[in-house]
């Protein structure tokens, strides 16, 4: 295949944000450029994190998480949009790929190709778990499936299974739709990941509203006559009218494993840090490709909305020859369960362990406000760091408010290989509304400065 600059047509697999950004960038780089977009699905270039909040409010339209219309794509920018394709084959020597689509099966050749095939919904293999019912949530179309079958108004009981962010967020919808929730989970921390000291917070949270959390509980299948009606556990039945099935995610992977591309040890396509992958002209950005964690110094799979449009920013760039780099990330998360925000960014304690780092973890409770302003908020911190020397290793929060604010503080600090001795010299902004004199930031590396040998 032809490389750089001198290509003539892009073939991108996948239309949402990293597909997209990729198609975009090269685009507009080269509006000579043929870049012709497959996707099997309808839907294009859609807010997928948004879709829990749509789901909650049931006037709003489905189709206001879609960021750009096909339509627009190819009026506005010049993109062959071609949904409703399923691209089955890749054949990156020859510069081919196969599709179907109703109306039969064809090819087409390309130039260079970028693999933004995402990552898909892992659900295990209950007895009953296609009743009607029961329910994924990764794709714009599971999304208006949910949110038509709970217009009907006869639903009286939902079970989350699964407690990480989408499972801990659906919790919340549910229960702001008028349903008593369950929420099932194997392991005891809440969101997946988190210390205990957050999980608690959590948990308390869910107890405030109402929502039953079933920890180390087995389910062993759904049943029901017309529709699911209930779960099947090792501490007995739950009546259900809804089940929504938050079990995690996988790589979609299959086209570049077929076609001979490598697949990294976190079992996403392995890429450089242009976003190439092992097959010259191949690129793979989002879900489907590893994003370098820059503390882990390793490829990990992290499906995140972010990370996948700079990933594909810079993929469609390199097609074109840019030479472009993707600097990695840090693990960086948040969510809002309720009124709780939790976030984290780095690494935690076990992590650092395993890259055989020494690592201490300390914690505070703050206000989110100065004394006497009203509407103050309690905030935990946790930093993680090395007791020799005081470099700043990872941070989680949950609080009432103030969350992302913090964390971006905290993701900087990272970025630039702070200590905790660093952090608590910051020039953070002060007014009675958003913060106290003394910031929960600084307050907790105050702390961590005093474990620090």
């Not at 997928?48 to 219309?69: E, F, H, K, T, W």
């Not at 529709?227 to 790589?251: F, N, W």
């Not at 570049?256 to 040890?265: L, T, V």
């Not at 960086?332 to 690592?359: D, P, R, Y």
């Amino acid at each position: 295949m032809n490389q750089g600059k001198n290509i003539e047509r892009l073939a991108v697999v996948g239309a949402v944000a990293a597909g997209m950004s990729a198609a975009s960038q090269a685009k507009r780089r080269n509006p000579n450029l043929e870049v012709v977009v497959f996707d099997r699905g309808p839907h294009v270039s859609y807010g997928a994190c948004g879709m829990p909040y749509n789901i909650q409010d049931s006037d709003r339209a489905i189709d206001d998480l879609v960021v750009i219309s096909a339509e627009r794509f190819r009026s506005e920018r010049g993109i062959d949009m071609r949904t409703g394709h399923e691209v089955t084959e890749i054949d990156p020597e020859a510069g081919r790929l196969r599709f179907k689509r109703s109306q039969g099966e064809g090819e087409f050749a390309f130039d260079a190709l970028v693999l933004a095939t995402g990552c898909r919904a892992v659900t295990p293999n209950w007895p009953g778990k296609d009743l009607p019912g029961i329910f994924a949530l990764h794709t714009l179309e599971q999304a208006a499936s949910i949110k038509r079958y709970l217009q009907d108004r006869s639903l009286r009981r939902a079970v989350v299974v699964g407690g990480g962010h989408i499972g801990l967020e659906m919790a919340d919808v549910l229960t702001s739709r008028g349903l008593a929730v369950t929420l099932i989970k194997r392991s005891s921390d809440l969101p997946s990941g988190y210390p205990e000291v957050i999980s608690q917070l959590v948990q308390s949270e869910l107890d405030r509203f109402g929502v039953k959390v079933m920890i180390g509980t087995e389910i062993s299948g759904f049943e029901g006559a017309v529709r699911v009606e209930q779960v099947k556990t090792s501490a007995g039945p739950i009546p259900a009218d809804v089940v929504i099935l938050a079990t995690g995610v996988k790589p979609e992977v299959d086209l570049a494993q077929q076609a001979g591309i490598r697949i990294g040890a976190c079992g996403a396509i392995a890429v450089d840090e242009t976003m190439a992958t092992s097959a010259p002209g191949v690129y793979a950005a989002g879900d489907c490709a590893e994003a370098y964690h820059r503390l882990l110094k390793r490829g990990v799979f992290m499906p995140r909305g972010t990370t996948a449009n700079k990933q594909g920013k810079i993929a469609g760039a390199n097609v074109l020859g840019a030479g472009e780099r993707f600097p990695g990330i840090m693990g960086t998360s948040i969510t809002k369960i309720f009124s709780l925000e939790v976030g984290h960014t780095g690494l935690m304690e076990q992590e650092a362990n395993a890259l055989g780092l020494e690592a201490q973890a300390i914690h505070i409770k703050a206000r989110t406000r100065a004394h006497g302003y009203p509407g103050a908020k309690e905030i935990l911190v946790r930093l993680v760091f090395e007791p020799m020397g005081g470099r700043l290793l990872g941070a989680q929060m949950a609080g009432g408010e103030g969350v992302a604010k913090r964390i971006d503080v905290l993701v900087a600090a990272l970025s630039a290989g702070w200590s905790v001795d660093e952090l608590a010299g910051l020039d953070l902004s002060y007014a009675p509304p958003f913060a106290p004199v003394w910031d929960p930031i600084l307050v907790a590396a105050n702390i961590a400065k005093k474990k620090v040998r």
